[in-house]
């Protein structure tokens, strides 16, 4: 989310963020409602500070993109061996 | 990272942080450093908090997270046709 074309206020735990990027304001709206779930889930369950709870979000998010390119990196060296 | 079989401190924005998680320590430490390396970036370009950098940063993964699911969700959706 790079470049400035869409600018976008949404609410993460209470606190208002102004995000820019190039995608549309629904989907900016979408992924911030991913991560205020997620962090609102983590810090129900512990006594942790926002900024505890933020980065953790931030590691389950890094997780699961790793998880999905190594699922689609897997795919595509399947199909690699099938076409050759 | 639900279970508790691996616990292993990581440092990200010289914070300590310990986590549990099912896969080896090497991955989560991985998943840290990227993480460590996202929060750097976005705060050496602004003046935000330490909150705001680690919410803008779990923004940043979970947009990542979509792109590749979306890219995955394609090529299967692609295969399915091909094969039918």
């Known amino acids: 989310m790079a470049d400035n074309k869409t600018r976008v206020t949404v609410n993460i735990l209470g606190q208002e ?12 709206k979408d992924l911030a409602a991913k991560v205020d779930r997620k962090m609102r889930q983590l810090s129900e369950d512990s006594a942790l500070t926002t900024t505890q709870v933020a980065v953790l979000t931030a590691l389950n998010f890094a997780d ?3 998880k999905i390119k190594k ?14």
């Open 64 to 66: 699961e993109c790793e």
């Open 71 to 84: 699922e689609h990196q897997e795919l595509l060296k399947m199909l690699e061996e099938e076409w050759n």
């Open 17 to 28: 963020y102004v995000v820019r990027g190039t995608e549309t304001a629904e989907y900016i």
